[in-house]
């Protein structure tokens, strides 16, 4: 078992930084995958990025590559998703999401995920 709970959501402009955070427990951290994922009201949840257990391979949605950074800091058993240059397209509730043997994309073959924290960028 894996619990997940994300933090550091929260309103801000267009053109801003935030970063989320995802602390794990329940089994050591880096034996596992971690990915973000975003649902915006009335869409799909859908991919972000993706961190791969060994740390050392990153994944990113199209749509957010090059301004969002995925990493992951084993001591403190937490992953990060690092957004800058925000737009109003942004604003979702996101989630982190945690599996040992996942190799797809898709957010219904995550075992693990946490509550969701809240991203709302105003124009």
């Known amino acids: 078992q894996v619990q997940l709970v994300e933090s550091g959501g929260g309103l801000v402009q267009a053109g801003d930084s935030l970063r989320l955070s995802c602390l794990a427990s329940?089994?050591?951290?880096?034996?596992?995958?971690v990915a973000w994922f975003r649902q915006a009201t009335g869409k799909e949840r859908e991919f972000v990025a993706a961190?791969?257990?060994?740390?050392?391979?990153?994944l990113y949605s199209g749509s957010v590559k090059g301004r969002f950074t995925i990493s992951g800091d084993n001591a403190k058993s937490t992953a990060y998703l690092q957004m800058d240059s925000l737009a109003p397209e942004y604003t979702a509730t996101y989630f982190c999401?945690?599996?040992?043997?996942?190799?797809?994309?898709?957010?219904?073959?995550?075992?693990?995920w946490g509550q969701g924290t809240q991203v709302t960028v105003s124009s």
């Open positions: 999401a945690a599996d040992s043997t996942v190799s797809k994309l898709n957010p219904r073959f995550w075992e693990y």
């Open positions: 329940g089994r050591p951290f880096g034996t596992f995958h």
């Open positions: 961190l791969r257990y060994s740390g050392t391979t990153t």
